[in-house]
């Protein structure tokens, strides 16, 4: 130990002294500081997703609605309503609008079908129904109203004495069953080149029968006699 006066300083203190003069200064790093308020970059990536999403239904409404009012409704392939609304529907399950577009569909081909049952054109009545089966096949009432377009196999099929037997109800309401009935029978008729007996309770029923089953073919006239009888049926003489 070193005596100087009044202090007394040890070998141990010089040593760590004459180090600390000598040894270099060290810099820490500046603190790293950390925005708590941005966004992870999968939650922005996240949100970016779901309003292109967003933005492509709402594309694909617009599709929707300018190809119904252009009645494109089940073609062309891939431009029409149907397609659009279900693209819709496969990016938003319970999308409502769509949902309502495709009823809309239905709807439509619904009225379609009936203008032309009304028409005696029973074919177009069956493909506008076909139509709104593919577009939702579980609509209320569409099954029934496919049924009604085709007649019941008894009453296509001749009785003992020769006549095919129709409705009496349904001629005299000029109902679309007895519209498809009388085309059936004509396709007979041109099949066998046979010529007709018409039998109805009026002349005007016979004519409305007449009427519907020359219609058929245009490019085949039927030759056929009318007698007033109660119960109205057409006989075929080959």
């Known amino acids: 130990m070193i005596r100087t006066p009044g202090i007394y300083i040890t070998a141990l203190t010089l040593v760590l ?9 060290v810099s820490l790093p500046e ?8 966004k992870p970059a999968s939650g922005r990536a996240s949100a970016k997703a779901s309003a292109t999403r967003i933005q492509r ?28 609304y279900s693209r819709v529907l496969m990016l938003q399950p319970h999308n409502e609008e769509a949902q309502q577009g495709l009823n809309k569909i239905v709807e439509l081909y619904i009225r379609w079908s009936e203008q032309a049952s009304a028409k005696g054109r029973i074919d177009s009545a069956g493909v506008y129904l076909q139509r709104a089966t593919r577009v939702n096949p579980y609509y209320p009432g569409l099954k029934k109203r496919i049924a009604s377009l085709s007649p019941s196999p008894s009453s296509i099929v001749n009785a003992e004495d020769g006549r095919i037997y129709l409705d009496v ?4 309401s000029r109902k679309a069953s007895a519209k498809s009935q009388l085309r059936q029978i004509a396709d007979q008729v041109k099949a066998n080149n046979a010529r007709v ?3 109805a309770p009026s002349d005007a029923s016979g004519r409305w029968i007449y009427q519907q089953m020359n219609q058929r073919h245009e490019d085949y006239r039927i030759r056929a006699n009318m007698k007033i009888k109660p119960k109205p049926a057409v006989r075929l003489l080959y």
């Open 17 to 25: 002294l004459s180090a600390c003069s000598t040894s270099k200064i």
């Open 31 to 38: 603190p790293t500081i950390v925005d708590r308020s941005a």
């Open 57 to 84: 239904i709402l594309i694909l409404l617009d599709e929707a609605d300018r190809a119904f009012k252009e009645k494109r409704l089940t073609t062309p392939e891939n431009n029409n309503a149907w397609s659009f």
């Open 169 to 172: 109800a349904a001629v005299r």
């Open 197 to 199: 007996i018409i039998e």
